[in-house]
């Protein structure tokens, strides 16, 4: 649990770092640290080297290969609509 949260601590202060904040402006009572926590879950459980393996490479055999980008990163998503006229690229983070 204390990497979990030291990892979260570390995604926090990127972004604040990318802000141009000064001090800690995002406290553990703040939204964007309950996301980074899910995130810093998930990036353990997928590159967090065991036992000469990451647990995604035990699971299924293969390695990860997907794209990652910035934690807090502006991206453009493709959702897939069934109406012709409805935008299908939106930004998230």
Known sequence: MRLLRSHAS???GQIEEACGCKSQTVGCNHPLYAWALLHSAWVLNRFKVR???TPFEICSGRSYNGRLVLFGERVLAYL????????QWQTGL
């Open 51 to 53: 036992t000469g393996m």
């Open 10 to 12: 570390v995604l926090i």
């Open 80 to 87: 897939k609509s069934e109406k012709k006229a409805k935008p």
